[in-house]
């Protein structure tokens, strides 16, 4: 079966440090991966998708960027965090298919970043 | 632009109280609607995959349905454990460029059943 692996759970750091968020998917061969960010009491805001290694699409301007070095590892990163970055961000993968359409998204545990 | 608004915002009910949570969209050609459920820190988990009018899933006390402009999910005689938040999410059918397989989900409702 598939898994999803997210770290650090969570994270406190300060105005102006770097970033760097780590998700892995096991028992899939060329998922779809995404970046999504949740507010407190908010939907989730689709920052990033992968549909292949060094693939990527930004649907939001923004703070942040991603990489794909591996098949099946999505990294999120930022240079200086801004007190905006705060929230829940959580990392989803689909299967390969037809852009993953008909597919549903699955969903890692997510980290908890906390900006100070 | 794809939009997805789900009522009400909160729910509370005691244990055994039948209801449903809404969810309604507009979507430039819909390629699937999915209900997810979300526990406090925790990332969603999928429940259903709706596709066309007239369709409906079934899971446990869970049943979803879906019309051309909404989606209910019906919690037939809860219990405390199915409070969580339950969100919908549409995927519009692929424009050739960044809807590619992208969801645009509602905000959620939050259910709480009590004892």
């Known amino acids: 079966s598939q898994t999803i692996h997210q770290w650090p759970a969570t994270l406190v750091q300060p105005v102006g440090s770097p970033l760097s968020l780590e998700c892995t998917v096991e028992?899939?061969?060329?998922?779809?991966l995404y970046w999504y960010r949740q507010a407190a009491g908010r939907g989730l805001q689709l920052l990033f998708y992968?549909?292949?290694?060094?693939?990527i699409s930004s649907e939001v301007p923004q703070n942040l960027s991603a990489s794909r070095p591996q098949d099946r590892q999505f990294i999120l990163s930022s240079k200086k965090l801004l007190l905006s970055d705060s929230g829940f961000y959580l990392c989803?993968?689909?299967?390969?298919?037809?852009?993953?359409?008909?597919?549903?998204?699955?969903f890692g545990d997510g980290t908890r970043l906390s900006i100070l | 632009e794809d939009q997805v608004t789900q009522s009400p915002e909160a729910l509370r009910l005691q244990e055994g109280e039948s209801s449903s949570l809404n969810c309604s969209y507009t979507?430039?050609?819909?390629?699937?609607l999915f209900w997810y459920r979300q526990d406090p820190g925790k990332g969603p988990e999928f429940l259903f995959t709706?596709?066309?009018a007239g369709e409906e899933k079934e899971k446990e006390r869970l049943k979803a349905t879906l019309t051309k402009k909404e989606s209910f999910l019906h919690i037939t005689a809860p219990k405390p454990e199915d409070s969580a938040t339950y969100l919908c999410?549409?995927?519009?059918?692929?424009?050739?460029?960044?809807?590619?397989?992208?969801?645009?989900f509602g905000q959620g409702t939050i259910l709480t059943v009590h004892p």
């Open positions: 989803a993968w689909s299967p390969l298919g037809t852009g993953g359409g008909n597919q549903p998204q699955h």
């Open positions: 028992g899939t061969s060329n998922p779809n």
């Open positions: 992968s549909v292949g290694i060094g693939q």
């Open positions: 979507v430039s050609g819909l390629r699937g």
């Open positions: 709706l596709y066309s």
């Open positions: 999410a549409v995927q519009a059918r692929n424009a050739g460029g960044t809807s590619y397989g992208k969801l645009t």
